[in-house]
């Protein structure tokens, strides 16, 4: 079995737009694995139990087809809250009361949850899964070598520009990193914020080092430097880590960017106050909820020198789901989540800025807005994409090394030794 | 004996004291028993048992998701201190800072203005009412809302610096490691005080009118008769008042994940952040039971020491 990690997106216009394979409405037409005249019951958790909650909608949407294509399974639902299901979700696992089929968040419990052999082994459905999935998406999907989860939505980082702002000092997008520290100059001469992030949710300040990372070292020296075959103390690394360094040392970012969190930065980008957001994709949607009153553009991070793939993103599978090893029926219920998955994305990527783990090919584009299209455009010209991998690594890891990361940063540490730090964290 | 003056019960007729009531009934085991039987029960499953529990986890190498738990004596106890760059002892630093404050800034101030209220002044318990609004609101909104007071650009603490001219003085007071737990440490308090004004309040009030007035003619107004009259009669609050401030401190929870999350830089973090940390997104609940049984000896330790040290001033 082949764990593929990284992956060639140059079809990743498949993601939303490119034909895939559907078999959703033909599996009436298939010999089906669920009896018709039997009564089956499953039991399902999922966060965001809020109405206004991004997913809520597709979900119910997609449960409520299922419910009219499959009418002898009875679906028994429990959603929580994000911190609720952090917690809860260990706890019903040590307890073994773990549902039939649940949501995880790729580099949370999952190995461990594998390891407990309380995750349903895929490996013997895998012909007949993972030729549905997007590669990247399938990439989050094994554990040691086997297939154990499904993918849902993916997640990519973008670089979401206010055009007019940038226009009002005579500054152009940025293709370059020379140009991104030209406007830094610009604007921060004119006390205007060029980039702005959560510093307090951690990873967006992480995304920066792993984006120059990424460009500068290639995905497949990425892997190999988090699976221990090289050592994370190389000149690159630091020099990733000094990029960064960089774009808050010369004024790139507000001076409470620590303390603020993704929500106040997002909030910052649609009032005009910042010029740049680095972000993931469900910003997209979220801006084009906004009704901007300036034009945003949305691009790939800009390209630096010496870099290997100017085209390479920071993306991929996130939001996954396992099915309870000890699940009645196995088969049956195989073939509800497979058809309920596939309905649940289609209707999540509908609804706005999500990228599709699954293949769907009649993605109704009608209510995307601009900016969610512009998202989708920049996604087909993608050639290299890899998790940002702070989510491969255990959560204590993660955390030691965002703190070192801010502290490069904001300049309490020195850049220099962040390689020899990061192999010294990452392999502690 | 003398039954004079002693409240009597009738039973079947009978004239029946409260005192040779009582001596019947503690006389009689199985009364005992059924008075102290469901307290115990409870105490027992809800404390006493999770507690030993979390010892006998602290001394195993249990992590979710690993088949085999064996047996590793004290060795958490170590790690728990020497992993991530000791970051736990940083933590256990930040809550004795916050205790440091809490005894020698919250637990003097709710005494003080207990005092000036409870004995006469005007407006007195408009003030109580509106001092004692930050404990009805849950920890959560508190946070938040001082996000909003220290924010940078907006927050009221930089407005009024950059107003009267010390703008070079604002900062962003939960962004910047050396100012965020003093921060958080405000908030903290700004919510803990008035419970304990409250306490000392009615320890205040409890003073006998009599005892003022003749300290007053014995020439004791003002500081001295705050620190000769009433701090002695409020003993036995203050000494609840400082277990709960030195318990509280080592708990505090919810208002540090609110407002900093332990950030920046781990720079608010505190054991029971840490000890939530390890446990429900390390898994290790071998590490996390030891952080636990650490913080439960740490409130221990320091309320025997605060109960010896009233004593001893007795």
Known sequence: ?428 | MNYDGMPVFRINGTQVFEEVLMEKVLGNKKVVFAFIFPAAFIFSVFVLIPILMSVGFSLTNWQYGEPEISFIGLKNYGTIFTQNDGLFLKAVGNSLKYMFASVFIMVPLAFILASLLATGQKGGKIFMTILFLPVVISGTIVGQMWIKLYNYDYGVFNLLLRASGLGRFADDWLGNPQTAIWAVIITCIWQGMPYTLLMFYAAVKGIPEEILESAALDGAVGIKRMRYIILPSCRAILEVCLTFAVINSFKIYDIIVSMTNGGPMNATEVPSTQMITVLFRGYDYGRGSAMAVFIVLECLVCTLVIRKAMKERK
């Open chain 1, 1 to 428: 079995m082949k764990k593929r990690m990284t992956a060639k997106l140059g079809s990743a216009a498949a993601i939303v737009l490119t034909a895939g394979v559907f078999m959703g409405m033909s599996a009436c037409a298939q010999e089906s694995a669920i009896d018709p005249n039997q009564e089956y019951t499953i039991t399902f958790w999922d966060i965001n139990s809020s109405e206004l909650d991004s997913k809520y909608k597709p979900r119910e949407k997609a449960l409520d087809e299922m419910a009219e294509l499959y009418p002898n399974v009875k679906v028994e639902t429990s959603y929580f809250q994000d911190l609720q299901y952090r917690e809860k979700l260990p706890v019903s696992a040590a307890a073994n009361e773990l549902p039939d089929f649940f949501f995880n968040w790729v580099g949370g419990t999952t190995d461990a949850l594998v390891k407990a052999g309380q995750v349903l082994n895929l490996t013997a459905y895998e012909d007949e899964l993972v030729p549905m999935w997007e590669d990247a998406a399938a990439d989050s999907c094994y554990s040691d070598g086997e297939l154990y989860y499904m993918p849902s939505v993916m997640q990519a980082y973008m670089l979401y520009c206010n055009v007019d702002l940038l226009s009002e000092y005579g500054l152009e997008v940025p293709k370059t990193y020379d140009d991104l520290q030209k406007i830094i100059s610009v604007l921060s001469e004119n006390g205007v914020n060029a980039m702005t992030a959560g510093g307090k949710d951690y990873y967006p300040i992480a995304i920066l080092q792993e984006i120059f990372d990424l460009r500068l070292a290639g995905s497949e020296m990425m892997l190999k430097q988090l699976n221990g075959e090289e050592s994370f103390d190389t000149e690159i690394t630091v020099k990733s880590a000094q990029l960064m360094a960089d774009l808050y040392a010369k004024g790139g970012f507000p001076k409470n960017v620590l303390s603020m969190d993704s929500n106040d930065a997002f909030a910052q980008f649609t009032t005009g106050k910042a010029a740049m957001m680095y972000g993931g994709n469900w910003n997209s949607g979220m801006l084009d909820a906004a009704g901007l009153p300036f034009e945003v553009k949305v691009i790939n991070f800009p390209s630096v020198e010496g870099e290997i793939d100017s085209n390479a993103m920071l993306g991929g599978a996130c939001d996954i789901y396992m099915i309870n090893s000890e699940v009645e029926n196995p088969d049956a219920v195989i073939e509800w989540i497979k058809e309920f998955m596939k309905r649940f994305t289609k209707y999540q990527v509908e609804d706005g800025g999500c990228i599709g783990g699954w293949k769907i090919d009649d993605i109704d584009t009608t209510n995307m807005g601009p900016i969610t299209q512009q998202q989708n455009e920049l996604l087909t010209t993608a050639t290299d994409m890899i998790r940002n991998w702070d989510l491969l690594m255990d959560f204590e890891k993660a955390l030691n090394l965002y703190t070192k990361i801010e502290e490069v940063f904001v300049g309490q540490s020195d850049a220099d030794t962040f390689g020899a730090d990061m192999e010294s964290i990452v392999r502690d």
